[in-house]
């Protein structure tokens, strides 16, 4: 006779096998897409947002960005309703001098490809530190204010001296063209002390 507990862990022994059938059949099927370059390259954060927003402890929004569709970039056109959204750090949150300060990039219904790779609806991300929005129609500079992540990163590590800083995320093409429109998150202030 079989004991509750067995009964309980084989059906989350069959659980865990299902799900894990079920995340292979996801994962190979995105790699298919990407590969196949229909235009549904993986996305950054592409699972649906809860109808309500006030449980997000990240403070974003599902709505796109504001300024996102009224100013033009350049000859790359990104997909109706890309979404760039910094996903850590917090606005307004405070950091200790001398340590490093992790930094996610949330993108949704976009895909990222490193640059000088040309698919329809992807592009990659560049960070603007303590900078405003460059010119959207010419190449995104590299300096140290203008950071960029050609080999398709969704994350960073930086280190900023004591002070108050901003972070904003914008998305370039293979060359480091804004995309038309063009895709960039709010931008958000944290405080190093």
Request: hydrophobic share 35%.
């Amino acid at each position: 006779m079989t004991k509750p507990t067995d009964h309980v862990s084989a059906t989350g022994r069959r659980r865990a096998r299902a799900g894990a059938l079920t995340l292979t059949a996801l994962t190979l099927t995105t790699a298919a897409a990407l590969v196949t370059s229909t235009g549904l390259a993986f996305a950054q954060g592409s699972a649906p947002q809860a109808a309500s927003d006030k449980s997000s402890h990240h403070g974003r929004s599902s709505k796109p960005t504001q300024g996102a569709a009224a100013k033009t970039g350049g000859p790359t056109p990104a997909p109706a309703g890309a979404y760039l959204y910094i996903g850590y750090p917090n606005d307004q949150q405070t950091f200790p001098a001398g340590k490093p300060i992790k930094v996610w990039f949330g993108l949704r219904n976009m895909g990222v490809a490193p640059k000088d790779v040309k698919f329809p609806n992807t592009g990659h991300h560049h960070l603007l530190i303590d900078a405003d929005l460059p010119p959207l129609d010419k190449e995104i500079p590299n300096d140290r204010n203008h950071l960029h992540f050609g080999a398709g990163e969704t994350e960073t590590t930086i280190e900023l001296p004591p002070g108050k800083h901003t972070l904003q995320l914008l998305m370039g093409d293979e060359k480091h063209i804004p995309t038309t429109p063009a895709v960039y998150s709010k931008k958000i202030t944290i405080y190093v002390r």
